[in-house]
Antibody
Framework: QVQLVESGGGVVQPGRSLRLSCAASGFTLRSYGMHWVRQAPGKGLEWVAV????????EYGDSVKGRFTISRDNSKNTLYLQMNSLRAEDTAVYYC???????????????WGQGTLVTVSS | DIVMTQSPDSLAVSLGERATINCKSS????????????LGWYQQKPGQPPKVIVYWASTRESGVPDRFSGSGSGTDFTLTISSLQAEDVAVYYCHQYYSLPLTFGGGTKVEIK
């Protein structure tokens, strides 16, 4: 079955960097667009970024644009989120999420990982 | 950006009774070429990731009990739980995937009265 496992979260000081990973199994990662979504403690869901199935197109939410970079290594079945210049307001659980269809990433999310917690604090 | 407004923020319903959650989008989510509304509903239980229960506004995800139903079109949508069960206690989010940035409603917490 489809499994998404995030890793790389932790406590980091403001201004520093962190890279999250999302290991995919149970499906062919290279065929699907993938998203990152975050959730601050006790808050709602916020879309962060998306990458097309082949990595040729990336889009970002305004709050992370210019600081975060989404990428993928289809040969390793892994999605990444490079987070630079971290701020306290980036503190959240970060989820990777898959769309159910090929060809496009503009769909609902049919599978989510369990999430990894990033805490930005001095 | 498309703003998604959910109501109410929370509701308490007796077991076996109906729960209704509303979601309004600031722009139409209906894509005319395929006549589909780009609107999904998710259920999130404490300590768990969200889980899709409805997509295309009214298509129930496989395995989701038929007491869950989605309706609406354009800018106004509803998620209905026809007979609330204890395991339905959760926060429910609507989500538009019509245009970037993707956006979510603020969530509705459903509890047992």
């Amino acid at each position: 079955q489809v499994q998404l496992v995030e890793s790389g979260g932790g406590v980091v000081q403001p201004g520093r960097s962190l890279r999250l990973s999302c290991a995919a199994s149970g499906f062919t990662l290279r065929s699907y667009g993938m998203h990152w979504v975050r959730q601050a403690p006790g808050k709602g869901l916020e879309w962060v970024a998306v990458i097309s199935y082949d990595g040729s197109n990336q889009e970002y939410g305004d709050s992370v644009k210019g600081r975060f970079t989404i990428s993928r290594d289809n040969s390793k079945n892994t999605l990444y989120l490079q987070m630079n210049s971290l701020r306290a307001e980036d503190t959240a659980v970060y989820y990777c999420a898959k769309v159910p269809y090929r060809e496009s990433y503009m769909y609902h999310f049919d599978n989510w990982g369990q999430g990894t917690l990033v805490t930005v604090s001095s | 950006d498309i703003v998604m407004t959910q109501s109410p923020d929370s509701l308490a319903v007796s077991l076996g009774e109906r729960a209704t959650i509303n979601c309004k989008s600031s722009q139409s989510l209906l894509y005319s070429p395929n006549n589909k509304n780009y609107l999904g509903w998710y259920q999130q239980k404490p300590g768990q990731p969200p889980k899709v229960i409805v997509y295309w506004a009214s298509t129930r995800e496989s395995g989701v009990p038929d007491r869950f139903s989605g309706s609406g079109s354009g800018t106004d949508f509803t998620l209905t739980i026809s007979s609330l069960q204890a395991e339905d206690v959760a926060v429910y989010y609507c989500h538009q995937y019509y245009s970037l940035p993707l956006t979510f409603g603020g969530g509705t917490k459903v509890e047992i009265k």
